[in-house]
C-alpha cells in the first residue's frame, strides 16, 4: 500500500490553463505538505496543513491554492500556470511533533507548462 | 537567516568505496537533523535522525555524525553500492514556533560499477 500517494505522476500543459494536483495519505498523519523542487534539486516548502488548517503558507503566488477537505487529502491547485511553475512538485505527511518530525513524501508529479 | 549547506554539490565514487557527505547549518534553536535519501524520480525517505545529544546514528551501511557545537553534521556510506546513487539531502528542524524545517540542496552521488 502506498502511504502518500500523489496524481498525476506527469503533467504537460500550456501556459494560461488551470491545473489541479491530488494527494492522499494512509498514513494516519495530521500534518501534510506540499514542496516544490526546481530543475536544480532544490526543496522547497510551500504550504502546511494540520488538522485541515493552514499552518504554513510560504512565499507562494497566490495562483497556487491548497485545499484540504480532509486530513487524508490536501490537493494543490494552481490556476494561470506559468513557466516558471515547471517544477516537480511533492506532496508529503507527518505526524505533527515539533521534536522529532519525519516526513513522508509521494513520488512526485513533474508539471512541465509550454 | 536558517541556512543548511551541503558538500560536495556532486561525487561519484566507484562501487566499494567510502564517502563521506558534509551539512553545515545555521539553523536555531536546533531541534533535530536528518539525513534523507532522494532516487531519482521518487520522493526523498529519511535514513537517520539525531537529536542535540546524539553524536552518531547508524543505518546500515549509512553512518551520520553531528557535532551541535560546530553545527556540522556528515553521512558516512561505507562500502557503496550502484544503488546508493541518489541525491542525500540534509534538513534541520528547529524548534519553537511553527515548525518549519530547513532543507539543505543536496548532494548528487553516483556509484559507478
Known sequence: DTAVSQTPKYLVTQMGNDKSIKCEQNLGHDTMYWYKQDSKKFLKIMFSYNNKELIINETVPNRFSPKSPDKAHLNLHINSLELGDSAVYFCASSQWDRSNTEAFFGQGTRLTVV | ?113
Open chain 2, 1 to 113: 537567516k536558517n541556512q543548511v549547506e551541503q558538500s560536495p554539490q556532486s561525487l561519484i565514487i566507484l562501487e566499494g568505496k567510502n564517502c563521506t557527505l558534509q551539512c553545515n547549518y545555521t539553523v536555531s534553536p536546533f531541534s533535530n537533523l536528518r539525513w534523507y535519501k532522494q532516487d531519482t524520480g521518487r520522493g526523498p525517505v529519511s535514513l537517520t535522525i539525531m537529536t542535540f545529544s546524539e553524536n552518531t546514528k547508524s543505518n546500515g551501511r549509512y553512518t551520520a555524525t553531528l557535532d551541535a557545537d560546530t553545527k556540522q553534521s556528515s553521512l558516512h556510506i561505507t562500502a557503496s553500492q550502484l544503488s546508493d546513487s541518489a541525491s542525500y539531502i540534509c534538513v534541520v528542524g528547529a524548534s519553537g514556533g511553527s515548525y518549519i524545517p530547513t532543507f539543505g540542496r543536496g548532494t548528487s552521488l553516483i556509484v559507478h560499477p
